[in-house]
């Protein structure tokens, strides 16, 4: 264990440098502690600049969350109902005996046997060695199904590969210098903290600063505006802002000639987008949006950066890939990406040299192709009988870094396949999750401070290594290890199987990364341009920013952004006259963190933000419990009337464990399975609910 020389420290202690595996932009390098083999804080790392020494009140307890009272030290076997989440312990022998056996059983039983097989997994861990390295040489060997990982970001990447060419676009630091920054759904106060301290940077020499996002979020609480459109309507706001650009002339003419194409279809498009059109559909005033236009538009005259930072809330909806593709379309228009301030980043992931098929190793399917199952659509998948179209129903589900019956849409679904009997069920996990609850076999994992990994980011331009800083508590095991020593009991015997985690790390990014350096100091800066297209260099096919795109015009869809209302327009006098959007609780990332009861007491409870007049008509008043449905489900919950919310627009803030609300269930029982018009991603923000009063 390589430590920080630190001259204050007593001699039994060290510290190490690791970095936050978790599933955020800031990708944060941090520092363990350690006492006599006991990690005792962690901190930020001060000598990476992206981090700069702080981190996020939820990583900063990490020691709580390794150390916790309900941490899984042993594996488990189900003694119980499924759901009942009684379980007894076993050796590691017995659980990896057992599983191999069944599995292997499964995979024999018939041409296709091992496609009833389906490893479910997200982002847990971001990392690339403890994700997806072992695990899916073991899956590739064995023939599985394989599974689109579409959950989060799916539809928004696929905006920006449609647009950009990857997901790539300005470096985040570069905010600074901007003197216009649109935050467009993101709330980056609680959810990309770091690039909030850029923001503060040029908001003192003065930028100004707007946030677009249904909710007043607390990062719409400190900015010059807040324009708080109806979900699901960005790329109608911003097809608008082309209209006035193209109306005033507010216009890049050589950058647009030089480095785009489709120009005159897309500039067609968007004169079919008065304002009026848009601010009817966004449910904001025609000033909102010339003003909007204007401030974009005359920062590209006078030459003053202007920068977009998006974030993934947009993109959960019916049109989420086509508002990411019009939104990413604007700094072309206006040679905004001439600067190293200007342009726009939603992701920076695509600019990491990842080696994904040196990691992976699909040629270990052997030339088989397994059909391909997408995680939002879990809860349909799993009641599935056998059939010509579906192929074999699926007979075992390994779940690791994700909690399933939480986190997956329309969780009534979920939770109705999760309890088949003759469904088997693993699941890799910390703690006793809603989903563990159902599994047959429960395996305890390590957490980040346990093991090594390697890691890119996706909201800066670094690579992080992360040491263990602490040996495995008790009997858990790194997934890493529970993969090899699976595929040592099914026989397989590739030398891939015998690959370390250390050996892993180096794999990850080849040549492309000094791996001494990263070694040495825990975290590398890729080499890349500072206003990477400045002169085009597109990593598209036409080295362009495709305003039109051809290859999505040759899978018969529309080659320009367009808007494409949602799937569940809330319309007042139907039976589900509010739209509602669940973004994550502010001390929670999604359903990790829930039980980590420092952040539990921040949190308290599970609530739903409804503005003070949709709460009078329904004689709600604040800290009611309140009754939210619609035709999948209902959730009750405490309601908090809030002027952060909307007239018509709900929010069901989350992701807590089902076990944790009122009648065990979550949000998720009222979002859909229905998938996003490109990227194949879930449509949780376009959902039309109805909220009453109830008994407590």
Known sequence: MTAIPNPDLRPDVQQVIGACPHDCPDTCSMVTTVSNGVAIKVHGNEHHPATGGVLCTKVSRYTERTYHRERILNP??????????????????????????????????????????????????????????????????????????????????????????????????????????????????????????????????????????????????????????????????????????????????????????????????????????????CGISIEQVNSLTQEYGLAAQTKAPAAIRMNYGMQRVHGGGNAVRAIACLPALTGAWRQRGGGVLLSSSGYAPIEKAQLHRPDLLGGRKPRTLNMATLGGDLRKPTSEEFGPAIQALIVYNSNPVAIAPDSTQVVSGFEREDLFTVVLEHFQTDTADYADYVLPATTQLEHWDVHASYGHTDVLLNRPSISPLANCMTNTDIFRKLAQRMGFEETCFSDDDLALCKIAFGNAVNFSELESSGFVKLPLEEAPFASGNFPTPSGKCELFSQRLADAGLDGLPNYIANYEPAVEGSPFPLAMISPPARNFLNSSFANVESLQAIEIEPLLEISPGDAYSRNISDNDVVRVFNARGSYRCRARVSNRARQGVVHGLGIWWRKMGLDGTNVNELTSQKLTDMGRGPTFYDCAVQVEKSAV
């Open 76 to 281: 488990l076997r189900r003694i119980g109902p499924k759901g009942a989440g009684q379980f007894e312990e076993v050796s590691w022998d017995v659980a990896l005996s057992d599983i191999a056996a069944r599995l292997q059983s499964i995979a024999s039983s018939g041409p296709r046997g091992a496609e009833a097989i389906l490893p479910y997994s997200y982002a847990g861990t971001m990392g690339l060695v403890q994700g997806e390295s072992m695990a899916s040489r073991f899956f590739h060997r064995l023939g599985s199904s394989l599974l689109d990982r579409t959950i989060c970001a799916s539809a928004g990447g696929e905006g920006l590969v449609h647009t950009l060419g990857a997901k790539v676009g300005m470096r985040v630091e570069f905010f600074a210098e901007a003197k216009l920054i649109l935050i467009w759904g993101s709330n980056s106060i609680a959810s990309n903290l770091h690039f909030w301290r850029h923001v503060q940077t040029a908001k003192r020499l003065g930028a100004k600063v707007i946030c677009i996002d249904p909710r007043k979020t607390e990062t719409a609480d400190k900015c010059h505006e807040h324009i708080a459109l109806k979900p699901g309507t960005d790329a109608a706001l911003a097809l608008a802002m082309m209209h006035g650009l193209i109306a005033h002339d507010w216009l890049d003419h050589d950058y647009i000639a030089r480095y785009t194409v489709g120009w005159e279809a897309l500039r067609a498009r968007a004169l079919e987008w008065p304002a009026e059109r848009a601010a009817q559909i």
